[in-house]
């Protein structure tokens, strides 16, 4: 099962701070994540969390993998996590930011370790048509304006269902070992995609930035 959620495109000198903002959130929520959902409620051995860049749209998905649980109880219980994390974020005390703040800005600040990795890396701006080849390093200037309270609000704006600009897309995949006849159950608040052709022509779309 996999929680999408649908932030930004990636456009000026502002998308510097969102990647910025939307990787410390990673850095401050995956071992919490891990934690609760793979060693204390043992849902599969696969609970993980991670940024997307899809065509200079930024995003952030959640993944969990279980043989034992199907795709809608697991979805349920990551979306209790989530709903948690505005408490989990306001807990932090100001040690604990700074620590998660300081190792991110090592990692940015880190050299290539190959020449291949310094190719990929400038490449992938040319092919974005972005060309802000120090990108980490002006992610690493920019985190040092970024507070606990800008995190916080972040997430209330993009991943509380309840904000206007929360979007998400949840992709399901039964296990032999699941009982297929929980996707009966559905929710007022859902919209299912049944026929992907009609939705892709029916949907809005940011303007191409590649």
């Not at 495109?9 to 891990?34: A, C, N």
């Not at 060309?131 to 609000?153: C, G, M, Q, R, T």
């Amino acid at each position: 099962m996999q929680l999408y959620f649908q932030i930004e495109p990636g456009v000026g000198l502002e998308s510097i701070k969102m990647k910025t903002l939307i990787d410390l959130f990673d850095e401050i929520i995956e071992e919490p994540l891990f934690n609760q959902l793979r060693t204390k409620e043992q849902l599969g051995y696969v609970v993980q969390c991670s940024p997307k860049v899809t065509y200079r749209v930024y995003g952030f998905c959640f993944c969990v993998q279980s043989s034992k649980y199907n795709p809608i109880y697991l979805q349920g219980r990551l979306e209790n996590f989530i709903n948690g994390l505005g408490e989990l974020l306001e807990a932090l005390d100001d040690m604990s930011f700074e620590n998660y703040r300081s190792g991110l800005m090592a990692q940015l600040l880190e050299k290539d370790p190959s020449l291949k990795h310094e190719t990929n890396r400038l490449w992938n701006q040319i092919i974005d048509k972005r060309y802000i080849f120090d990108f980490s390093k002006k992610k690493a200037e920019e985190l040092k304006s970024i507070h606990k309270e800008d995190v916080i609000n972040w997430y209330k704006v993009y991943l509380q269902q309840q904000s206007p600009k929360c979007r998400r897309l949840c992709v399901r995949v039964w296990g032999c070992n699941t009982d297929s006849k929980e996707t009966e159950k559905r929710r007022d608040s859902e919209q299912f995609i049944e026929d992907l052709t009609s939705f892709k022509a029916s949907a809005k779309y940011y303007p191409s930035l590649c």
